[in-house]
T-cell receptor, first 113, second 115 residues
Framework: GNSVTQMEGPVTLSEEAFLTINCTYTATGYPSLFWYVQYPGEGLQLLLKATKADDKGSNKGFEATYRKETTSFHLEKGSVQVSDSAVYFCALSDTGGGNKLTFGTGTQLKVEL | ETGVTQTPRHLVMGMTNKKSLKCEQHLGHNAMYWYKQSAKKPLELMFVYSLEERVENNSVPSRFSPECPNSSHLFLHLHTLQPEDSALYLC??????????????FGEGSRLTVL
């Protein structure tokens, strides 16, 4: 079946540092890939997505590229802010439709001044 | 209100209690979902309702019973739960069009503690 593997957290960075959160996946077919973010006390919200190989999703300074050859979708940001502190979830879609997503465990990011 | 609203936000119950979690979406979506979020584990998809019909039931124990009376409301009825059922239960909605975007809209969750 489908699965998503994320790096374990927490990841602690200083403000303006470079961020990478690794994500690899196992899936049949050609799923779409997503990053969701969960700020403290809130529900998950879509951060960015990519629907086919070599696509790059981007939003709020975050980027991730769909790498089919390495089955990866790593999240990056050039300069993090304290307000980016949250839990980040990598996910893929079931190719059977229905918006049924398989999520990873989530990676907590803490950004300090 | 806008978005997806879940009540209660926190619930503590004994193993013999019966309680319900409620979810309401104000987005006009036609699909609703229950996910379970436990520490250090991936989010687990429990149930999916499309146009008020249950289309997914991922081997969830019968002590969890979903109900979708209309496209805006989703319930999760709980009875004779176990301590390992303690988790954050997330409700989500989406609009299924045949060209699904994978975008789910989540509520803030109901934190359940089973004593």
């Amino acid at each position: 079946g489908n699965s998503v593997t994320q790096m374990e957290g927490p990841v602690t960075l200083s403000e303006e540092a470079f961020l990478t959160i690794n994500c690899t996946y196992t899936a049949t077919g050609y799923p779409s890939l997503f990053w969701y973010v969960q700020y403290p006390g809130e529900g998950l919200q879509l951060l960015l997505k990519a629907t086919k190989a070599d696509d790059k999703g981007s939003n709020k300074g975050f980027e991730a590229t769909y790498r089919k050859e390495t089955t990866s979708f790593h999240l990056e940001k050039g300069s993090v802010q304290v307000s980016d502190s949250a839990v980040y979830f990598c996910a893929l879609s079931d190719t059977g439709g229905g918006n049924k997503l398989t999520f990873g465990t989530g990676t907590q990011l803490k950004v300090e001044l | 209100e806008t978005g997806v609203t879940q009540t209660p936000r926190h619930l503590v119950m004994g193993m013999t209690n019966k309680k319900s979690l409620k979810c309401e979406q104000h987005l006009g979506h036609n699909a609703m979902y229950w996910y379970k979020q436990s520490a250090k584990k991936p989010l687990e998809l429990m149930f999916v309702y499309s146009l008020e019909e249950r289309v997914e039931n991922n081997s969830v124990p019968s002590r969890f019973s979903p109900e979708c009376p209309n496209s805006s409301h989703l319930f999760l009825h709980l009875h004779t739960l176990q301590p390992e059922d303690s988790a954050l239960y997330l409700c989500a909605s989406s609009q299924l069009t045949g060209l699904d975007t994978g975008e789910l809209f989540f509520g803030e969750g109901s934190r359940l503690t089973v004593l």
